[in-house]
């Protein structure tokens, strides 16, 4: 069998041990504790130790003494080794001078008792086992983005009520709508509940726009097709997630990928699976997954990245397909020229291959109805 791998455990607090310790022995590692620095150092010298996690302000010798004896061992491997700093200390100038002595990474304290996945994720990511930090980031992500998941589909719950009850919506209405959407993409992009998982892709101003308008047209639309609720709410879920796949990969929304070389076409067409990886980690219901894969695959096959067919997609996937490319055609954006609304209808419903004929006259009929992008 295997050696289990050596974590030296540094820290005056004996809850810091306790918590650490089982924390670490349950992922299968060999916890030695020490209760300050200079007991550390008598315990680390040739002992093969992987990663060593120091406290900061500990008696007899501290955490910044420790570092700067661990990165001048005599031993090179020793000296190689692996150090996270886990403090109380939050003073940004402190915490450098730390990582300049040598140390790789810190945490705060105060999360590994409230969020041990965080803790675990940068212990992996010390070892180089990317796969783990990968486990671990997803459940971090599911963690902080649940509680916005239910307060989208209480929202939106809302807004499909007043929408039945008044068989109408106002301008003042959607934009009231379309601002709180706004609001929870940029508590979503600014990471308050993602971290630094996301960062807004610089020069792509689209992609917010686009997610509100999309769950805008999608509520909208879904209430004039006259969906069941719960359907009509798991759909719009999908559509406001629909195209974070680019948020995670980095790259823009376009309306014509088709028009990129190969390659960026091919690394384009990733963001569905990203996007569908992403909605499941996040539990996202059946209707709105369907809504995140299938946005870009049309009936006739020629679509992305499954190329499905026909019956393989249903009424939301199909609606996924026509609002997604309505918005797009109908945004300015980078080199893209907006169309006009009728123009943009006109050219959707010339594409009877790509989506049924009954449903693009539905959306045609929708779109009179409503005043689609009133500052044409
Ligand atoms: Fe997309």
């Known amino acids: 069998m295997a050696e289990k791998p050596k974590v030296l455990l540094v820290d005056d607090s004996l809850i810091i041990q ?42 007899k010798m501290n955490g910044l003494q420790a570092v700067k004896k661990i990165r001048s061992s005599v031993n090179p491997e020793d000296a190689k ?34 969020n ?52 109408s919506i106002s301008q003042s209405e959607m934009e009231e709508i379309g601002e709180k959407l706004e609001n929870a993409y940029t508590l979503f992009s600014s990471g308050e509940y993602v971290g630094v998982i996301y960062e807004v892709i610089e020069g792509d101003d689209y992609l917010p726009v686009h997610t509100v308008n999309t769950t805008l047209l999608m509520l909208m639309f879904g209430v004039s097709l006259k969906w069941e609720k719960n359907k009509l709410i798991e759909a719009s879920l999908g559509a406001f997630f629909h195209d974070f796949g680019c948020l995670l990969l980095h790259i823009p929304v376009l309306v014509n990928p088709k028009a990129l070389p190969q390659k960026d ?29 299938n946005h ?32 797009s055609l109908t945004s300015q954006y ?18 009877n291959t790509l989506f049924s004929e009954e449903l693009l006259k539905k959306f045609d009929n929708f779109s009179r109805q409503f005043d689609l992008k009133p500052d044409e």
Request: proline residues 4%; glycine residues 8%.
């Open 18 to 59: 306790k918590v650490g310790k089982q924390i670490l022995f349950r992922k299968g590692f060999n916890v030695i504790l020490a209760d300050h620095g200079e007991m550390a150092l008598k315990l680390f010298p040739n002992q093969n130790i992987k990663l060593v996690i120091l406290d900061y302000h500990m008696p």
């Open 81 to 114: 080794t692996p150090i996270l700093i886990l403090t109380g200390e939050s003073n940004p100038t402190e915490l450098n001078k730390l990582l300049e002595a040598g140390a790789n990474d810190y945490l705060n304290k105060g999360r590994l008792l409230k």
């Open 116 to 167: 041990p996945e965080i803790f675990l994720e940068k212990v992996y990511h010390l070892l180089n086992e990317e796969g783990e930090v990968a486990k671990y980031k997803k459940i971090k992500l599911s963690k902080t983005l649940s509680p916005f998941v239910k307060d989208f589909l209480k929202f939106t719950q809302l807004v499909i009520d007043n929408f039945m009850a008044s068989g």
């Open 265 to 293: 076409y091919a690394d384009y067409m990733k963001h569905v699976e990203e996007g569908s990886s992403l909605g499941k980690t996040l539990g996202l219901p059946a209707n709105a997954q369907k809504f995140i894969e």
């Open 296 to 327: 870009h695959e049309r009936l006739n096959g020629s679509g992305f990245p499954k190329q499905k067919k026909g019956e393989q997609l249903d009424d939301i996937s199909q609606v996924a397909g026509i609002i997604t490319l309505f918005d």
């Open 334 to 351: 980078g080199i893209h020229n907006k169309m006009h609304v009728s123009d943009a209808i006109n050219k959707i419903s010339s594409w």
